[in-house]
């Protein structure tokens, strides 16, 4: 059974800097290219960022690009998502998982999502 528990999330001004981590067990961690999802109220569940089963190559949705960096640790199962001069629409439920792409989409490979870690970026 796949298990993903994202943590890091918080409340931050705007401009400040959080970083989320993601520990994945039940799945070959190194076998999947992951990824970062959030959900904002009301709104759907969009992609952030994707890696690379190894690391080598990264994805990054456009409203985040120069501001995000994903990476993972493969030694220790966990993604990780740094994020820098965050804006108030940054704020969401962030959400890791294991991830395949779809044409130009990233999806979820597994049915289920962890529980996410809240982000609040105060303006």
């Known amino acids: 059974q796949v298990q993903l528990v994202e943590s890091g999330g918080g409340l931050v001004q705007a401009g400040g800097s959080l970083r989320l981590s993601c520990v994945a067990s039940?799945?070959?961690?190194?076998?999947?290219?992951m990824g970062w999802f959030r959900q904002a109220a009301g709104k759907e569940r969009s992609f952030v960022a994707a890696?690379?089963?190894?690391?080598?190559?990264?994805y990054y949705a456009d409203s985040v690009k120069g501001r995000f960096t994903i990476s993972r640790d493969n030694a220790k199962n966990t993604l990780y998502l740094q994020m820098n001069s965050l804006k108030a629409e940054d704020t969401a439920v962030y959400s890791c998982?294991?991830?395949?792409?779809?044409?130009?989409?990233?999806?979820?490979?597994?049915?289920?999502w962890g529980q996410g870690t809240l982000v609040t970026v105060s303006s």
């Open positions: 039940g799945l070959t961690f190194s076998g999947y290219s």
């Open positions: 998982a294991a991830v395949n792409l779809i044409g130009s989409n990233w999806y979820n490979a597994f049915a289920a």
């Open positions: 890696i690379s089963r190894r690391g080598g190559s990264t």
